[in-house]
């Protein structure tokens, strides 16, 4: 027996035979050309030919994804039809008379190169679609097949070098037990898409492909990131209890869908959902939402290269709003940084997230944010709408976009479109300098909503997306919980509430410390919701207040706070 480590990417436990996901050569033979026609409307032919398979591979993976999820393959399309990548692989065919594959390896390269050394976090996850797009394109000119994983006909786990999003997307879940990969990292798109298909993964082994052989038994530890190459009786006997355990506490989460989140000594919150359309509500749905606690509308830009009409917007929200039984915070447009759009261009800046981005980009773009703000407006009579500004830095920053609010609700009204009276108005706590001044901003705020992403890395100074310095993404750091628990204070001493929407809303180890410093609304993943549900239904909140008082308080390092919530409450994250 072999033992293997890796990154868990993807909760549960696997056991079965090795399939092994082997790349076909695709060594190219730089050879020249003479007629560069016929080279150029050969390349052309396989761009037509991959365009089909990239919809035919977003097709089948809307069977199992939500439309945000499927949207890579969108920009995969976008990348397939690239201006720049098509003069340039043309000028390298007609320039050095290379064949297609050569111009197309060359300039793909390049692109990688440049995408995965740039320092903004958009480009660099651009330089795997990249590369996944051109492999695909590369194939079909040399006539190769890709491994295709949607013909595996029995029960398997998967062993790669890495899975593309492609690979991902094309899993029969019923039959992929689990995957195993060379490289990767939790936030990659693969192990995103794993963790919502229920797929358990492992990452980062860099050994795997070289330590197992086809048809191995394997067995694969989604939850501490351990692999047993033909494991011994003992441990498959192990492992198929876990697997029976976890089985049953899935099955456990399922009949919490329609529990109330509340405490061992009745102290409620709420858990709601993340969602990025419309496509969304069944999701949430199935797992128990209370409501949507971020609605995230930027995905409504990036569907096609024209910015969305007043229209689509509206029949947008109020499917929303009429399909979910709770409140609905929709967050307006929240563009720059990593999210660019032709439709919006935005200015070439030495660092984006730091510059024109969501409220910024709105005050410079007015007529694009009044459009969506009078969508939001005829649209809140369907339901229970909260409507929240992101990268709020000043009060007088507030102030603005609610002025703009309220001057779109009174045009409505005076050409006689019926408008709610009962939307709140909030915005989310993401900049440290509002965290700090939430005393402030409480007075004239309706509600605050927590984004811990952007709040940890501006707190930090340090871009959650480098690998070089990822130490630095720190949740549980007591600064981190300084600033959530003085958001919190400051809003109920005016009587407001406040809710958080980043990744930590739906981590296991912040579960007693978000309860215990009063956080009111927990907004997450869809698929995180029972499982938080479940914990939260275990803690008794006094106790959890004195453990987050404790961590506030007398701590001074995350790893502090992590050990005190292990020791105090059991949960192990």
């Known amino acids: 027996m072999t033992n293997v480590k890796g990154i868990a990417a993807s909760s549960g436990y696997a056991i079965a035979k090795a399939y092994k996901l082997d790349m076909p050569d695709l060594t190219v033979t730089r050879t020249t050309v003479e ?25 089948a993976a809307t069977k199992n994804l939500s439309e945000e999820e499927a949207a890579v393959f969108d920009a995969h399309a976008q990348i397939l039809e690239d201006p720049e990548l098509q003069s340039q692989v043309e000028a390298k065919i007609n320039d050095e008379k290379l064949c297609a594959p050569a111009a197309l390896e060359d300039v793909a390269n390049l692109f990688i190169t440049m995408f995965s050394s740039m320092d903004d976090a958009y480009f660099k996850e651009r330089a795997a679609d990249v590369r996944d797009v ?32 492609s690979d991902t997307a094309q899993l029969n879940k019923n039959l992929v037990r689990g995957f195993i990969t060379d490289i990767g990292g939790r936030t990659s798109h693969s192990a995103i898409l794993a963790r919502s298909m229920e797929i358990p993964a492992v ?24 692999v047993f190459v033909n494991p011994d009786e003992e441990t498959v006997s192990t492992y198929e209890a876990k697997r029976k355990e976890f089985e049953d506490y899935k099955a456990e989460l399922k009949t919490l869908k329609t529990a109330e989140s509340v405490s061992t000594d009745g102290h409620k919150v709420l858990l709601v959902a993340n969602i990025g359309s419309p496509n969304d509500i069944e999701a949430i749905k199935q797992n128990g939402a209370e409501g949507v ?25 109020k499917t929303v709003l009429e399909n979910v039984n709770g409140p609905v915070v929709v967050r307006t447009m929240d563009i720059g940084g990593d999210k660019k759009l032709k439709a919006l261009p935005v200015p070439e800046e030495m660092n984006p997230f730091l510059g024109v981005r969501a409220i910024r980009l709105c005050f410079q773009r007015e007529e694009v944010f009044r459009t969506q703000l009078r969508a939001l407006l005829r649209a809140s009579v369907y339901g229970d709408l909260k409507i929240m500004f992101p990268m709020i830095a000043t009060v007088e920053e507030f102030k603005k976009a609610k002025g703009i609010l309220l001057d779109e609700k009174a045009k409505l009204e005076a050409e006689g479109v019926k408008v709610s009276d009962s939307i709140e108005v909030g915005i989310m706590i993401e900049i440290p300098a509002a965290a700090v001044l939430a005393d402030q901003f409480a007075k004239v705020v309706d509600f605050f909503s927590i984004g811990t992403n952007d709040l940890i890395q501006y707190t930090f100074a340090a871009d959650r997306m480098s690998s070089t310095i990822n130490y630095l993404y720190q949740p549980f750091n007591p600064s981190i919980l300084r600033l959530v628990k003085n958001t919190i204070d400051a809003s109920h001493r005016e009587g407001k509430w406040t809710g958080m929407c980043g990744e930590m809303a739906g981590e296991a180890l912040a579960a007693p410390l978000l309860l215990g410093l009063g956080l009111d609304e927990f907004s997450m993943s869809a698929t995180s919701i029972l499982a938080q549900r479940k914990r939260i239904r275990e803690l008794s909140y006094e106790e959890s207040k004195k453990v987050a008082e404790k961590a506030t308080t007398e701590l001074s390092t995350m790893e502090e706070v992590v050990e005190l919530v292990k020791a105090e409450t059991g949960i192990e994250g």
Not at 151 to 159: A, G, K, P
Not at 203 to 226: F, K, Q, S
Not at 293 to 317: C, I, N
């Open 35 to 59: 007629d560069t026609e016929a080279e150029i409307a050969l390349y052309n032919k396989s761009v037509a030919a991959v365009k089909l398979e990239i919809a035919a591979i977003k097709e």
């Open 134 to 165: 051109t492999t695909r394109l590369k194939a079909n000119l040399l006539g190769k097949s890709l491994p295709n994983p949607a013909l595996i006909d029995e029960e398997v786990v998967i062993i790669a070098h890495d899975l593309t999003p």
């Open 203 to 226: 990452v980062a082994t860099n050994v795997i492909t070289e330590t197992v052989n086809d048809g191995d038994m394997v067995v694969l530890d989604g939850l501490t990131g351990d």
């Open 293 to 317: 606690g971020l609605f995230r509308t930027e995905f409504l830009y990036m569907e096609s290269d024209e910015l969305p009409t007043e229209d689509s917007q509206y029949e947008a929200y």
